[in-house]
């Protein structure tokens, strides 16, 4: 490839922060994450036409993950194309995409049981109902390890970086080394100055799989995620700034599984505290902010550490009596 494909971020307002896709200017041109229902458009026709583009000839929807934020645009966007447009997502998320009930049943297994709240499913359930277009069969399962073509000379390798969510993906434009991550590189987290995600292990491996494999020319962030000051990290970042982002990454991980296995080996004990039973990390960390503020990132990401640490326990035991 001799040329490079130009990526256009493109912004929709929601919430305590905006939601951030982008936009592939390439012969078949690909939008990566779909924001919510309104996001397609409020926010990407208005950008598109700012640029000479039409949303109709989007030929491609790449979704990083499954949250609600990334995939609820999903349906409104692909009715835009003219139901024209392939729209692609790892098969371990496929489930968020298909079902609005799916996002409340991962709710309940996980921050739910935490959360003093017994209206959180109701509100759950409205929310999903707003935010999430419709459902919807993806068009392209992948796994990692597919090469999508934009036209001409144009690729996309697709690699799979759980953590986040299970079914995280990263889309790599081949010969540019630009890399497109959703969520899956949370450095200090976003509004909630937390890291969120569900499979510590997995996060930490996809991480260092960045930095050491993929090494990315410029990468590209769901959202604007902090620095240790509190200072956001813009969406767009260079080769320097992305291992920088990377790096720290790496270092938050390492202090939470610290002070989460540190908890978990003393025994969770439920208190008045608002991080119960995980007060103990929060105290050692230095956290303050609201881990019930939605979607509690502080809370999800511990029950991955409980759940890993569990499952370590459980196999310590039957080897003792097997």
Request: aromatic residues 8%.
């Amino acid at each position: 490839m001799t040329k490079s494909v130009a990526v256009h971020p493109l912004v929709s307002p929601w919430g305590r922060f905006g939601l951030y896709s982008f936009f592939i200017d390439a012969p078949e041109p690909a939008i990566v994450d779909t924001g919510i229902a309104s996001s397609p458009a409020e926010g990407m026709v208005p950008a598109l036409e700012a640029i000479g583009r039409r949303i109709e000839d989007v030929r491609w929807i790449l979704l990083t993950h499954g949250h609600i934020d990334h995939i609820g645009g999903a349906y409104a966007l692909w009715e835009l194309t003219g139901r024209r447009a392939q729209v692609v997502i790892h098969e371990a998320d496929a489930p968020m995409l298909r079902s609005r009930r799916a996002h409340v049943d991962e709710y309940l297994a996980g921050r739910a049981q935490y959360l003093d709240d017994p209206d959180g499913e109701a509100k759950l359930t409205e929310a999903t109902n707003a935010v999430i277009s419709g459902e919807m069969e993806p068009t392209l399962l992948v796994r990692g390890g597919e090469t999508i073509s934009l036209g001409g000379d144009f690729t996309v390798t697709v690699h799979s970086i759980p953590g986040h969510t299970r079914g995280s993906v990263a889309y790599v434009i081949n010969g540019q080394n630009d890399v497109f991550v959703g969520d899956a590189v949370q450095v200090h987290g976003a509004a909630n100055g937390f890291p969120g995600f569900v499979d510590p292990a997995g996060y930490r491996a996809s991480l260092q799989y960045l930095r050491d494999e993929i090494r990315p020319r410029h990468l590209y962030l769901g959202h604007p995620y902090r620095r240790a000051d509190g200072t956001p990290y813009g969406v767009e970042l260079d080769a320097g700034q992305a291992e920088e982002a990377l790096k720290g990454s790496l270092e938050i991980e390492a202090r939470v599984n610290s002070a989460a296995n540190d908890c978990l080996a003393a025994g969770l004990q439920d208190s008045g505290s608002p991080y119960s039973p995980y007060a103990r990390v929060a105290e050692d960390l230095g956290y303050e902010g609201d881990p019930a503020l939605e979607p509690s990132p502080f809370f999800t990401t511990l029950n991955g550490y409980r759940t890993t640490f569990d499952h370590m326990t459980d196999d310590e035991e039957i080897n003792t009596h097997g």
